[in-house]
């Protein structure tokens, strides 16, 4: 399996929702990203994960809560998100940090 | 930190033209540089990459040419067709930096027929 696979494909919150993304790799990586994408801007690095723990988390608001529970799993838990979070969020994985990364297809978010 | 830009912000080609695109990077310690093309409504997917002990790799219709002395790096596509139309992203990254990919801003490529 080469793919990074993501889901779901599309989510509508509300702000006093909460909801998790989900990605999933089984190539055998070791690192693993979440991404955070607006129209027609390159991609922004939110958390990154290194052999299951955070090794990177950009300065990211809390109502975004990360977990890695295993190798091959990504979550990425939201709470009270606002409009402005409405975005792409893609996740990636590499065989370890520095390396290649693939990315997922995306779950496009929508905040009422 | 590493500060990544890329020229030009649109592009417009005919088909069967050349197409390249210019990206310079800040951080003298960069040395993995990835290209992504991005679809509308797509994930990016890496098209091309390069390391720093390389001064050229080619693929097909599609090469990467990096001055690490300038500390530029290049993208050029031959004989464009219609489905090479999207946006590009060129990356830098230093090995033992965590994975931390900065992105440049992207170009927009539209290859008319």
């Known amino acids: 399996d080469t793919e990074v696979t993501q889901t779901p494909k599309h989510l509508v919150m509300g702000m006093t929702n909460k909801k998790s993304l989900k990605c999933e790799q089984h190539m055998g990586h070791r690192a693993m990203y979440w991404y955070k994408q607006k129209a027609k801007k390159p991609p922004e690095l939110m958390f990154v994960?290194?052999?299951?723990?955070?090794?990177i988390n950009e300065s990211v608001p809390s109502r975004f809560s990360p977990e890695c529970p295993n190798s091959s799993l990504l979550n990425l838990h939201l709470h009270a998100l606002q409009p402005e979070d409405s975005a792409l969020y893609l996740c990636a994985s590499s065989q370890d940090t520095g390396e290649t990364q693939y990315f997922g297809p995306g779950t496009r978010l929508l905040v009422l | 930190g590493e500060n990544v830009e890329q020229h030009p912000s649109t592009l417009s080609v005919q088909e069967g033209d050349s197409a390249v695109i210019k990206c310079t990077y800040s951080d003298s310690a960069s040395n993995y540089f990835p290209w992504y093309k991005q679809e509308l409504g797509k994930r990016p997917q890496l098209i091309i990459d390069i390391r720093s002990n390389v001064g050229e790799k080619k693929d097909q219709r599609i090469a990467v040419t990096l001055n690490k002395t300038a500390k530029h790096f290049s993208l050029h596509i031959t004989e464009t067709q219609p489905e090479d139309s999207a946006v590009y992203f060129c990356?830098?990254?230093?090995?033992?930096?965590?994975?931390?990919?900065?992105f440049g801003k992207g170009t927009k490529l539209s290859v008319k027929p």
């Open positions: 990356a830098a990254s230093t090995r033992g930096s965590q994975g931390n990919l900065i």
């Open positions: 994960y290194s052999y299951e723990k955070l090794s």
